[in-house]
């Protein structure tokens, strides 16, 4: 699943979406912190259509309770 379909997902459950960068040059690109009902998650900066690792959505989902299995692409997911 590419990053603009999980991140349109997110919004589709109340999620919100703030960015931030890192303070210092050299710590990475930063990213976004994703906001759902008192619970907070972070999700690394990607291009709109690159991939996401299923480990970091399965990591994020389960941060802001939400149900990843529910994602969208295919069922086989274990």
């Known amino acids: 699943m590419d990053s603009a379909t999980f991140r349109d997902w997110l ?4 999620c ?4 931030y960068e890192h303070d210092e040059r050299g710590h990475g690109l ?5 906001h ?10 990607a291009g709109s259509h690159k991939p996401i690792d299923i480990e ?9 309770a939400l149900d ?11």
């Not at 919004?11 to 109340?14: D, H, K, L, S």
């Not at 990843?68 to 274990?78: D, F, H, Q, T, Y």
């Open 56 to 64: 970091t959505a399965r990591q994020i989902c389960q941060a802001l």
């Open 30 to 34: 930063g990213g976004v912190t994703i």
């Open 11 to 14: 919004a589709q459950r109340g």
């Open 36 to 45: 759902r009902e008192g619970r907070t998650a972070t999700l690394p900066f």
């Open 16 to 19: 919100r979406f703030d960015p």
């Open 68 to 78: 990843w299995k529910e994602l969208p692409g295919p069922m086989s997911r274990a």
